[in-house]
């Protein structure tokens, strides 16, 4: 059965810190979009109160969530514990989307490790949060963070950066509009 909460406590702040990833899931405004489910990591999400988050999002092969949440704003945020004591945490609500030339990216972006790449910060006001048991997730164990991403990011040049999120960082798979602008 899954407990309500009215935001988020320390105890579950401190599930949410120990969580080596996340999901985040949007859907557009059309019944015939594609709903997007996108795993997160790489020490990109910050709590910032009670009700509010961030994170860190990296230019990558897609634009779902940013396109869905410029054209509505919804959102669900899940962690799963994979460790020996089984929970889920979702957190429904919300979500801003900030790019580089926006002032709040410039006010946000000093919290997250410097990244090469980072298209935008996605900020997460929160409305619903609520636990449930999660007895049928596996338990795995963390190896560590991959390198892949930083590998990738490094090995391109700045205008090389850019044409890979002029490619396919400007309209979601629906041919909804996401970033404004290409940025390293």
Known sequence: MATLYDELNDKLKDFIRAQHMFFISTAPLSQSGMVNCSPKGLDTLRILDNRTLAYLDLTGSGVETIAHLRENGRFVLMFCSFTNKPLILRLHGKGEVFESRDPEFGELYPLFPDMRGARAIIKLN??????????GVPQYEFVGNRDTY????????????RDAQKKSNLKSLDALPALTEPSV
């Open 126 to 135: 929160v409305h619903r949060v609520a636990d449930s048991c999660g007895w």
């Open 150 to 161: 930083p590998r990738f990011a490094a090995a391109l040049s700045d205008d090389e950066l």
